[in-house]
């Protein structure tokens, strides 16, 4: 069974703790990307990865950081220098692609951070 | 950088009517306009999407129109269904990578 997994659901940590999400695709895709989302604002792209050991900022990356030390796995560290972390974070996947070709990404179910 | 509008942010119609969303965007250069649909705890699912090459795509229910002169692309829904309550987000995207920009969702409710 094929897909995106992103865990835990939810997540509380305290303030001033780095915690990292964790996501996993079997979906043999090269690319991934961290999505972070605010009521009435979207979805913002914090991170992504377009091949293993090389990965860009997004629009938002101030106070997070990545690895992508496997294809399967981007898992996303929420640092204490994020100002506002509490939010619902999203991973996604898709084929990588070249020039102005674009590929469907694909959405795990989410991460709803909470910091108390 | 690409800047994406959405409206309305809620919109509620009774099933069997018609539901229209409406994005514009900024970047001429953008050529890709995906739209997802998101339930409630779950991730974006994409539901349809249109190239700027074409005017108008369908599939079922659902239509999306591209009017690249005005900047500007819709969601139609016809035949609203209780199912077809969600957030719909538009997108946009522009260059020559995987970067897409979200429009801010609209919420829309469809009533038995």
């Known amino acids: 069974d094929g897909g995106i997994t992103q865990s835990p659901k939810y997540l509380f940590r305290k303030e001033g703790q780095n915690v990292t999400l964790s996501c996993e695709q079997n979906?043999?895709?090269?690319?991934m990307y961290w999505y972070r989302q605010d009521p009435g604002q979207g979805l913002r792209l914090i991170y992504y990865?377009?091949?293993?050991?090389?990965?860009q900022k997004g629009d938002i990356a101030e106070g997070y950081s990545v690895s992508r030390e496997k294809k399967e796995s981007f898992p996303l560290t929420v640092t204490s220098a994020q100002k506002n972390p509490t939010a619902f974070y999203l991973c996604a996947s898709s084929i990588r692609s070249s020039g102005t070709f674009y590929n469907e990404q694909f959405f795990g179910p989410g991460t709803r951070l909470t910091v108390l | 950088g690409e800047n994406v509008e959405q409206h309305p942010s809620t919109l509620s119609v009774q099933e069997g009517d018609s539901a229209v969303i409406k994005c514009t965007y900024s970047?001429?250069?953008?050529?890709?306009f995906p739209w997802y649909k998101q339930e409630l705890g779950k991730g974006p699912q994409l539901i349809i999407d249109?190239?700027?090459?074409?005017g108008e795509k369908k599939d079922q229910r659902i239509a999306v129109t591209l009017n690249k002169t005005a900047k500007h692309f819709s969601l139609h829904i016809t035949e609203t269904q209780p199912e077809d309550s969600a957030v719909y987000f538009c997108?946009?995207?522009?260059?020559?990578?995987?970067?897409?920009?979200f429009g801010t969702g609209t919420k829309l409710q469809v009533i038995p």
């Open positions: 990865s377009q091949i293993v050991n090389d990965f």
């Open positions: 249109i190239r700027s090459n074409v």
């Open positions: 979906l043999n895709h090269d690319a």
């Open positions: 970047d001429s250069a953008s050529n890709y």
């Open positions: 997108a946009a995207k522009s260059g020559g990578y995987q970067k897409v920009t």
